[in-house]
């Protein structure tokens, strides 16, 4: 009795293990799953931005140099224009009042080159009318001891004139080495000083006969008159004048750029503000590299913001963009509208000391009453953004023979489904075609017993 009591608890055992067994068989196999449903698509990255007044310039010294004086102090108002800060500007100073009086010397030079050319050309003309009135004499018919007396005064007129003609042509020569007259004047004048040296020569041999002392005499002195007729046909003050003038403009020239070098100076305020901060206190001399003065002006707040150069095909002037400003309450979400990028990258070190190439951007906010000068907000650029979009998470989605694949559970199985991606999100993927908003899809890929054809349930 006891054994069959057994022998029955035995089997009603065994009956429910494989009833049990049986009935697992046929049912559904539970996963993780979704319902497919339109969402809206987003693409995005974010920057780091600070907030800036538009009015708000850092002030570098034009030239390096030594700080003679600050005439401001941090927080004072100034006005466009207001010097705030001087320079040492003994050297320079010195080289104005140097040039200053090497035009006064030009000038006097210039005035005084009319009188000079007028004394010449009149010792030339008296010149003339003397060797003229030789040569009258000469040709005149007079006694032996007239002719004696005649030729003892011309040798002495000869004489003055030859020692007259070498004084003047240390003045040519001079006029030479300015570059006042050509060197073809100054031969020719040397030309006729040679001809009074010659004439004076002649006067002294008293062995020529009279005949041809005479003749010899009256040619040398046609000789000289022609020479002296040809120096004064020319017009040696306008020459002279201009070469004056033209030092003259060189110099103001240089005085013009000395001045302006002066004026760089002082460093003064391009527009109305007050002093945020001094970068020279206690600094001797600056090197025109660093700021002196961050002046800050009554303008309108804006964001700048440095876009690594690998998103910047994203960022295009007049798109809008979200700020995101942390404060200890919340987040505040304001929007913004991009006004400038720049043409050019520049070298930024990250927080990790890698340098990066970054593009400045500048972004004008719709409001700004919670942002002030300084302040750091957080810039969101959307690359990408579409309403009812089927989207599932990239836990969904993988590949079979390069086609991407999903499993999608339809009438209680587990079908495999091929699909077309769009947009890859952050961890997620748009759907463009292959599913239908409401289908049930598999998420964990990795459940066991999940195969294609099963009975499936999400869990």
Known sequence: MKKHIKRIGIGLVALFVIGYFVYAYFQPLTVETMTLAKDQSEIYFIEKGHVVNNKEVYLYPALAGEVKEIHVKRGDQVSTGDVLASM???????????????????????????????????????TRAQLVGQLNALEAEIGTEDQRALEAMLVEQSKERYEQGLADLEKYQRLLEEGIIAESEFNDFKIMVNGLEADYQMSQVSELSGSDYYNSMKSAIYAQINSIDTT????????????????IDSAEASLTGLKAQAEQLEIKAPHDGYISDIMVDGTNRVSGMEPAFLLIGDGVREIQVKVNTRDIEYVRK???????????SGEVELTGKITYVADNATVELSPLGIEERKVLVT???E???????????????IVFNEPDKL??????????????MVLAIRNGKVEEVAVTLGYELTGRTIIEEGLEEGEVIV??????GLKVGVRAKSS
């Open 88 to 126: 040492d500007n003994t050297q320079i100073i010195q080289q104005i009042m140097a040039q200053e009086e090497m035009i006064k010397g030009y000038q006097a030079q210039k005035n005084g080159a009319k009188v000079d050319v007028q004394v010449s050309m009149d010792t030339m003309r008296l």
């Open 232 to 247: 004064l046909k020319r017009d040696r003050l306008t020459t002279t004048e201009a070469y004056y003038q033209s030092m």
């Open 318 to 328: 007049g798109d809008a963009v979200v700020l995101i400003y942390n404060r200890r």
């Open 363 to 365: 972004i004008e906010p």
């Open 367 to 381: 409001v700004n009453e919670y942002l002030e000068t300084g302040y750091e907000v957080d810039v969101k650029f």
């Open 391 to 404: 989207i599932l998470p990239n836990s969904a989605l993988y590949k079979k023979d390069d086609q991407d």
């Open 443 to 448: 998420t964990d890929l990795e459940a066991k």
